[in-house]
């Protein structure tokens, strides 16, 4: 019988005491907004309301303006003071200091105790000793992934962006990513092309064209 690499383990996280807003509370009202990058506009007529527990799915083209959305509401929800945010870029490089190690990156006090925790949370993703205290470039895009959720899990935002956040998981990995994030109490947005994640754990689906949001039944996925 071979051997799973450490790569297709199961990742087994999950959300505790998560204090989600208000279902009904409006965070984001676009009325007809433009989409650019730079003087050259990408998307047009844009209209969207985002509420405190919506869980949204875009989807779309290639180099429509994905990634571009999800930074633009970034931006909005980032300036709202009762919103927790994480986020989960598609490129990890924007969001991991590559210089620290795991360990380091993950706590906030320093605190043995806080250390204690961070090192056993890292050994159930099957962080190796050495992993944990090596630099963070020298991971794997799958461990590094891993690395990204366990800082969502511990820091307990209220709202979630994700962009593909299913990309660099193994198949055996992706169910225990989609239990995690349709288990989430909390609202959030995600970029994805995995049909299966998005079926699971959004409530709503839009595609995005040059002409705005276009409403996605579950069922036509």
Do not use: W
């Amino acid at each position: 019988m071979t051997q799973k690499p450490l790569e297709e383990e199961q990742i087994q996280l999950f959300f505790s005491d998560i204090q989600p807003l208000a279902a009904s509370k409006v965070l984001i009202q676009l009325e007809k907004e433009n989409l650019s990058i730079g003087e050259r506009i990408l998307v047009q007529g844009i209209q969207l309301t985002v509420r405190g527990q919506d869980k949204i799915g875009i989807i779309g083209p290639n180099g429509v303006g994905k990634s571009t959305l999800l930074a633009k509401l970034q931006q909005l929800l980032s300036a709202k003071r009762e919103i927790s945010l994480g986020y989960m870029p598609q490129d990890y490089h924007k969001k991991l200091q590559l210089n620290l190690s795991p360990v380091a990156y993950l706590s906030k006090t320093g605190e043995k105790e806080e250390l204690q925790k961070i090192q056993s949370h890292l050994a159930s993703l099957n962080f190796s000793y050495p992993e944990m205290h090596h630099q963070i470039r020298s991971l794997s895009g799958g461990q590094q992934g891993k690395l990204l959720l366990l800082d969502l899990v511990l820091r307990k935002p209220n709202y979630l962006l994700l962009d593909e956040p299913t990309r660099n998981f193994s198949p055996t990995s992706q169910p225990e990513i989609r239990k995690l994030f349709a288990s989430y109490h909390g609202g959030l947005i995600t970029v994805s092309h995995d049909r299966r994640f998005l079926k699971e754990v959004c409530t709503s689906i839009y595609r995005l064209t040059d002409r705005g949001l276009e409403v996605v039944d579950l069922q036509d996925l």
